[in-house]
């Protein structure tokens, strides 16, 4: 069982930088595959990062490729996602979720090859 918490978010201006983390707690951190999602108001919840076990492996989606940067920090238990140049359109709730992998470069995108998940961070960009 793996429980996640996210942090960070908040309401900024257009072309602003944000870090959201997500701090997990319980067992093997390193086990898992790490991801970050977003969900706007009346769309699905969209893929936006991942990251392998190791961290030597990312993916991003191409809406936010060049502007975010995920990590992790195996040693703390926390992935985090730094956002830059936000844009009116990042404005969504995001979420963290962590999935089991054997494989220390394996990396996911579809929500479920995701068993655990956060809360949510509301990010509101303004123009």
């Known amino acids: 069982q793996v429980q996640l918490v996210e942090s960070g978010g908040g309401l900024v201006q257009a072309g602003v930088s944000l870090r959201l983390s997500c701090a997990a707690s319980g067992r093997s951190f390193s086990s898992y595959a790490m991801g970050w999602f977003r969900q706007a108001p009346g769309k699905e919840r969209e893929f936006v990062a991942t990251?392998?076990?190791?961290?030597?492996?990312?993916n991003y989606a191409d809406s936010v490729k060049g502007r975010f940067t995920i990590s992790r920090d195996n040693a703390k238990n926390t992935v985090y996602l730094q956002m830059n140049s936000l844009k009116p359109e990042d404005t969504a709730v995001y979420y963290c979720?962590?999935?089991?992998?054997?494989?220390?470069?394996?990396?996911?995108?579809?929500?479920?090859?995701?068993?655990?998940w956060g809360q949510g961070t509301q990010v509101t960009v303004s123009s």
């Open positions: 990251i392998s076990r190791s961290g030597g492996n990312r």
């Open positions: 979720a962590a999935g089991a992998a054997s494989n220390i470069m394996t990396i996911f995108q579809r929500t479920y090859q995701y068993a655990y």
